[in-house]
């Protein structure tokens, strides 16, 4: 078995899971209204209509995927491996993004557990740390997320954007103006 950063490449299935997972969660993040009327109905009145069921398991299902997704992408980077972090970049931030990335691993996978907990389960706790703290840690880890991706493009000017989305192999300083 190939060990974590032997490969040069983000594969076919890594990038498609990467930005899938980022169009869904996307998705749960920005449109949770139905799930959200589903709880302020329950918490109410003890009960909630066919409609507000249904609205509710789409973002259930979406979160569901969404932790299918992420284990499937933590089994092929622990198969197949991921590029090591571009040699432009300095140390200190190299070890920064290794942390952001497990920490968005992390949170992508408390996230849809708590939901779960708080669904299917009733347990209302895990419904606010599901409502009120993971999901500001998520906008938070996504912001810096992106903003690190702006950082590497636009001035280290590393090829990160492009390992991401056309599988390129990283270009060596020897190769760059
Ligand atoms: C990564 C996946 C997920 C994301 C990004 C996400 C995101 C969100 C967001 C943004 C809210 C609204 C929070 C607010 O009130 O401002 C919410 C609420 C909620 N979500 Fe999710 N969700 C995910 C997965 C799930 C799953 C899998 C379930 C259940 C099967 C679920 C169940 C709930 C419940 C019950 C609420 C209402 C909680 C409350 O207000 O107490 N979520 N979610
Ligand atoms: C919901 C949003 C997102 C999440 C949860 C997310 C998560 C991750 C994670 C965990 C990695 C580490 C590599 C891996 O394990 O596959 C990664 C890599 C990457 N992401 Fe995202 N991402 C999101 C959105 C975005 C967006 C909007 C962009 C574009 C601006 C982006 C660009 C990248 C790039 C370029 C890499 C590769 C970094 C490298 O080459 O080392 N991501 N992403």
New binding site residues.
């Given amino acids: 078995m190939s060990k974590k950063s032997d490969s040069t490449t983000f594969s076919l299935p890594q990038r498609v899971l990467h930005w899938l997972a980022a169009a869904l969660?996307f998705f749960?993040?920005l449109l949770?209204d139905g799930?959200?009327e589903w709880?302020r109905s329950v918490k109410k009145t003890g009960m909630a209509s066919a409609d507000q069921i249904s609205s509710a398991n789409i973002?259930?299902y979406v979160?569901?995927l969404?932790?299918g997704l992420v284990i499937l992408r933590l089994a092929l980077r622990f198969i197949r491996g991921v590029p090591a972090s571009p040699t432009r970049e300095p140390e200190i931030f190299k070890v920064a993004s290794k942390f952001a990335h497990a920490a968005l691993y992390f949170v992508?996978f408390a996230?849809?557990v708590t939901?779960?907990a708080?669904?299917?389960l009733g347990y209302?706790e895990a419904?606010?740390v599901?409502?009120d703290i993971l999901?500001v840690i998520?906008w938070a880890l996504i912001g810096m997320h992106v903003l690190g991706v702006l950082v590497h493009q636009f001035y280290w000017k590393t090829n990160v954007l492009r390992r991401m989305v056309f599988g390129e192999p990283e270009i060596s300083d020897r190769s760059r103006p």
Avoid: S
Wanted: proline share 7%; aromatic share 8%.
């Fill in positions: 969660i749960n993040l949770p799930m959200t709880d973002h259930a979160g569901i969404i932790l992508l996230m849809p939901g779960m708080a669904y299917y209302n419904g606010d599901h409502a999901k998520l």
